[in-house]
């Protein structure tokens, strides 16, 4: 199948090949995917890379590139809210939290494309040795951004999207949805126990996980709702602190390093 990368700063994810359709989750720039179904009018399905995701794309967003680059890790990310790079000597601006590879020098190219890289990126973390000074910057770079579903950048971001691209800093793989991200680490049995860090999960009503957060100690936690906010959280789950009204029922706390 064919390997490729994204070149715009954030790539619609679809259900369909439709520029209606829902959009499903994105990639951002850097993040590479295969191409699993050429279909009509310049829509292309693909799988991503980091998470097996898939979705529908516009082929325009992509860069066609070759095994090696696509089997070479992902070394370091992009670190300010906006960073400004050049591609094939045109300016744009991408996100916080990209991923890159290679990253480790001023250029790089990727298929057809060069990249030149105007600020600073930062080394990606190691998940047996987490920095958590890095995961907390990480987390608060999005502190107001707007709720989007299928969102994983700062300019908008659903709440598994945003554990996951903080998480993908500091190293460590997640699944994209909240439900999923739910199987993976271990278990936390009490939210006394609970560190900077830790992921916790929320139910609905019929017991399906809907919703997760990174916490920031045993009562407070940050998370997209709305917005990415920080609230108070209890034995029984999530307090809105701007109107006090009990918004999420905790279902499980899940531990990664």
Known sequence: MPYAITVVPVMPLRSEPSH?????????????????????????????????YEGWATFNHLETIDEELYNAPYTHYTTGWVNRIQLNGKPMHVPFGCAVKPGDGPVTNWGKVT??????????????AVDTSALTAAA??????AYLW?????????????????????????????????????TVDFLQEARLGDLAFFDNAEGRITHVGILLNDHEIIHSSGKVRVDPIDNQGITNTDTGVRTHKLRIIKRFF
């Open 140 to 145: 608060f770079q999005y502190l107001n951004t």
């Open 115 to 128: 990249v030149q890289f105007e600020e600073k990126l930062a080394a990606t973390g190691k998940a047996n």
């Open 150 to 186: 299928g969102g994983k950048s700062v300019f908008g971001v659903d709440c598994s999207g945003f554990t996951q691209t903080v998480y993908k800093t500091l190293g460590i793989d997640l699944l994209r949805d909240a439900y999923q991200q739910a199987t993976q680490g271990g």
């Open 20 to 52: 209606k359709s829902e959009i499903i989750s994105q990639a951002l720039w850097g993040e590479c995917s295969e191409i699993i179904i050429t279909g009509n009018d310049g829509w292309v399905k693909v799988k991503c890379q980091f998470d097996g």
